[in-house]
């Protein structure tokens, strides 16, 4: 299946895990719409599943049982860039997946003993080198071998949670975990950066609410002038809106943009999108790299069509 080539092979590549220990967050509906909204900018775009349910697949209308390939593929074996080629599927609108399956659950006991264990979510992603201007990794919501190769590999990571106080809690231990990878002499990923939270489900009608956003400000701003890998996070805003459509569009195999276009759900998902795109032309641009105008794909609304059918499809989490 052919992919795409960015215009500027030496260009950067934003490479973004989504993480969270906690399920039940937003953390794949996250990874998906925000990766398909930047996609709809006409930037090629990957979203990589590392979460053995295969939601994100799912979400996007691939049935991870019929794949001839898929992650767990090229992390067992040798990725080459043929073989990558025919892991990924073009899902439209410059977006691609590179589907999971049940059979990644046993990757940890696989490559236990493996001396590069750790570096085979960066060797898969090399293979794709100068095809995707951003890659988005869904992780699972454990802290396992898995999610360290997507740590290990990325360059940011993205924490997707609600605004809820033992939600705010949980946001600490991550951090730590980061620190824990990316500073000191046994550090795996020297380059790991937290870029921030997105608040998803959220009301922003609540007392509760507002506190714990506020706790969240203030702890990115004191962390500042700090020499730890979240000195320059921040919440992202606008948050993700609490919204129905969310909910319902992965059971269609879609993202909220081909599900239901005009919900709050993608305009929220557009706005922030918008975020991330401009501080990333910002920051190549700031070092000189020319920067092509992408046109947009058109928001078309659509009816909604009846529902995938898989025997591995669960009630959405992440």
């Not at 995707?132 to 802290?143: G, K, N, R, W």
């Not at 909220?256 to 641009?285: H, N």
Request: proline share 7%; aromatic share 6%.
């Amino acid at each position: 299946m052919p992919i795409p080539g960015v215009p500027n092979s030496s260009r950067p590549v934003r490479l973004i895990a989504l993480m969270n220990q906690k399920g039940g967050v937003g953390k794949t509906t996250t990874t998906v719409n925000l990766a398909a909204a930047i996609a709809r900018t006409g930037r090629p775009t990957l979203v990589v599943d590392m979460d053995p349910q295969a939601h994100a697949s799912i979400a996007l209308g691939v049935d991870p049982t019929a794949a001839s390939h898929t992650v767990y593929d090229l992390l067992i074996g040798t990725p080459t860039p043929q073989l990558a080629a025919s892991a990924v599927h073009d899902v439209g609108n410059n977006l691609f997946v590179l589907p999971s399956h049940t059979d990644l659950a046993a990757t940890e006991s696989e490559l236990a003993m493996a001396p590069d264990r750790l570096q085979r979510m960066e060797r898969v992603l090399a293979a794709f080198e100068g095809r995707f201007e951003f890659v988005l990794i869904d992780c699972p919501p454990s802290l396992g071998l898995l999610t360290l190769n997507a740590l290990a590999a990325a360059r940011e990571v993205l924490i997707p949670m609600q605004a809820h106080f033992l939600a705010l809690q949980g946001v600490g231990k991550l951090l730590e975990t980061v620190r824990a990878l990316a500073v000191g002499p046994t550090a795996i990923n020297p380059r790991l950066k937290v870029a921030g939270v997105v608040l998803c489900m959220h009301d922003t009608s609540s007392t509760h609410t507002k506190e714990v956003v506020a706790d969240l400000d203030g702890f990115f701003e004191a962390a500042r002038g700090q020499d730890v890998p979240w000195k320059m996070a921040r919440v992202f805003r606008p948050a993700i809106r609490r919204n129905i459509k969310l909910a319902e569009c992965p059971s269609f195999g879609k993202t909220i943009f081909d599900y239901a276009p005009l919900a709050t759900g993608a305009e929220d998902y557009k706005a922030l999108a918008d975020v991330f795109v401009r501080d990333w032309d910002a920051f190549l641009s700031a070092r000189g790299i020319v920067i092509e105008k992408k046109r947009e794909a058109p928001i078309v609304e659509t009816r909604s069509s009846v529902p995938v059918e898989s025997s591995s499809l669960e009630s959405p989490r992440g």
